[in-house]
């Protein structure tokens, strides 16, 4: 089974949009861009396309590759204390010289739509989430609509980034799987994933996974975004696996597109909570 998450976005997004109409919220998003990268500069343009979809006003502040982490931080002080904005997201990664845990804590833990600060981390990780990181939600939410069990499933998360691999991991866990986390430094990875009900892959490495690190009928869900010869590709060899799985997502037009609705379900969150509900 293909778990298509371009095909679920696009039913949250018709979802949301509905919402967003029947709430007479206006959410506002600011998106932060450092530099010119390629791939940044496409996600931006594809997070911009799904606001307009659904309703949500965005802007975008671009600051030059040279600008100092002063400089960002700056800026989203600025957003911080904006009234027209609802959320903020700053596009990942920064250039090496940005201090990008410095950045990510200077967003404001209510405007934090990505759900890095330390804050909504470290409720998440409590189990009483606020905001939930994008990926991570959108891949909940995607085996959720395909009716997946998860409680009593082992799951095994490749990578340990706080992006991707610890949050899910811990969704993963509030669900009542049974989780393992592997990494750079595991002994005999293709033993660990062999186990695994619910295989997840978000190591940055293409094609990573072969058919000979699952197990028969496993979901396997791949968060890799590689380009080898200008074609995108995952971190899972989905031509030798997905014969063997019992649900695979592709690459692209699984997490990613999932990705980008749990984004924009955030963004109205947080402009509900915040301007339903002020902190006087």
């Given amino acids: 089974m293909i778990l298509d998450g371009k095909r679920v976005s696009e039913k949250r997004l018709?979802?949301?949009e509905e919402k967003i109409g029947e709430s007479g919220i206006q959410p506002h998003l600011a998106m932060v861009l450092v530099g010119e990268d390629p791939a940044s500069l496409l996600y931006?343009?594809?997070?911009?396309?799904?606001?307009?979809?659904?309703?949500?006003?965005?802007?975008?502040?671009?600051?030059?590759?040279?600008?100092?982490?002063?400089?960002?931080?700056?800026?989203?002080?600025?957003?911080?204390?904006?009234?027209?904005?609802d959320g903020i997201l700053v596009q990942l990664p920064l250039p090496p010289h940005i201090s990008t845990r410095a950045v990510v804590e200077a967003v404001a833990p209510d405007k934090d739509v990505d759900g890095f600060h330390p804050l909504n981390m470290g409720r998440l990780f409590m189990g009483d989430p606020n905001i939930i990181p994008c990926t991570?939600?959108?891949?909940?939410?995607?085996?959720?609509?395909?009716?997946?069990?998860?409680a009593g499933k082992r799951a095994v998360v490749v990578g340990r980034s706080i992006e991707v691999g610890k949050p899910l991991g811990m969704l993963l866990l509030f669900a009542d799987a049974t989780v393992t986390f592997c990494h750079s430094k595991t002994l005999d990875l293709p033993a660990h994933t062999r186990t695994a009900d619910i295989l997840v892959s978000a190591v940055g490495k293409a094609r990573f996974i072969t058919a000979s690190m699952v197990q028969a009928g496993a979901t396997v869900i791949?968060?890799?975004?590689?380009?080898?010869?200008?074609?995108?590709?995952?971190?899972?060899?989905?031509?030798?696996?997905?014969?063997?799985?019992?649900?695979?997502?592709?690459?692209?037009?699984?997490?990613?597109?999932?990705?980008?609705a749990s984004l924009m379900e955030n963004t109205f969150q947080a402009a509900w909570k915040r301007q339903c509900f002020p902190v006087r």
């Fill in 14 to 16: 018709e979802l949301l």
């Fill in 44 to 85: 931006i343009n594809m997070k911009h396309r799904a606001c307009e979809r659904v309703g949500i006003g965005s802007i975008s502040i671009r600051l030059p590759v040279e600008a100092g982490t002063d400089e960002i931080i700056g800026a989203v002080s600025r957003l911080n204390n904006d009234l027209q904005i």
């Fill in 222 to 260: 791949d968060v890799g975004t590689n380009y080898v010869q200008g074609k995108l590709t995952g971190d899972v060899d989905f031509e030798g696996v997905s014969p063997l799985a019992g649900a695979v997502t592709p690459v692209p037009g699984g997490v990613g597109p999932m990705t980008i």
């Fill in 136 to 150: 991570s939600r959108g891949i909940m939410s995607l085996l959720e609509e395909y009716h997946i069990p998860v």
